[in-house]
T-cell receptor
Framework: AQSVTQLGSHVSVSEGALVLLRCNYS??????LFWYVQYPNQGLQLLLK??????LVKGINGFEAEFKKSETSFHLTKPSAHMSDAAEYFC??????????FGAGTQVVVTP | EAGVTQSPTHLIKTRGQQATLRCSPI?????VYWYQQALGLGLQFLLW???????NRGNFPPRFSGRQFPNYSSELNVNALELEDSALYLC?????????????FGPGTRLTVL
């Protein structure tokens, strides 16, 4: 079975500072990994996904993530936080066709 | 292009009743997924439908069921509602191409069981 661990249920960053959200996975098959964002009272929006092409994946809104097989990690970063980045972020692994296994989520607070 | 739509936005039921939630996928998508997002439990996979058939099911009791119609829209039914069924129910859709499919999510239906 595959699983996803997100370190830190809450992260507070200053506006303009680096955003780093950690995600580690376990998988017995080559993983396909996703980052989604959920704004208050909304559904999930895809930020980016890794499907075994380039290990550095660029997504929307200035986010990117790097797949590191040796560390079983897929951390999400953004060089400079904006107030609009305040949301909950979910890392997910495609466990089998048709099923995403999500991490517990990380709530990001951006302070002025 | 219209995204995934869900109805109703909110639904209030009492324990023991039945709830029906509806989902319309993005045009061209044949797969529909249902997830439950309950407080403290995170996002849990419920069901996957593709081409009218149930393809995969999460670890939920049989009182959670659904179907997919010929136009690929879907319905989730929850029978004999329990208080712990209170949650946000998210529907997603995708093309049906494999594990790399991107699932696009709707805004969800907030189910409250009193």
């Amino acid at each position: 079975a595959q699983s996803v661990t997100q370190l830190g249920s809450h992260v507070s960053v200053s506006e303009g500072a680096l955003v780093l959200l950690r995600c580690n996975y376990s998988s017995s098959v080559p993983p396909y990994l996703f980052w989604y964002v959920q704004y208050p009272n909304q559904g999930l929006q895809l930020l980016l996904k890794y499907t075994s092409a380039a290990t550095l994946v660029k997504g929307i809104n200035g986010f990117e993530a790097e797949f590191k097989k040796s560390e079983t990690s897929f951390h999400l970063t953004k060089p400079s936080a904006h107030m609009s980045d305040a949301a909950e972020y979910f890392c997910a692994v495609s466990e089998s066709w048709g099923k995403l296994q999500f991490g517990a989520g990380t709530q990001v607070v951006v302070t002025p | 292009e219209a995204g995934v739509t869900q109805s109703p936005t909110h639904l209030i039921k009492t324990r023991g009743q039945q709830a029906t939630l509806r989902c319309s996928p993005i045009s061209g998508h044949t797969s529909v997924y249902w997830y439950q997002q309950a407080l403290g439990l995170g996002l849990q996979f419920l069901l996957w439908y593709d081409e009218g058939e149930e393809r995969n099911r999460g670890n939920f009791p049989p009182r959670f069921s659904g179907r997919q119609f010929p136009n690929y829209s879907s319905e989730l039914n929850v029978n004999a509602l329990e208080l712990e069924d209170s949650a946000l129910y998210l529907c997603a859709s995708s093309f049906s191409e494999g594990r790399t499919d991107t699932q696009y999510f709707g805004p969800g239906t907030r189910l409250t069981v009193l």
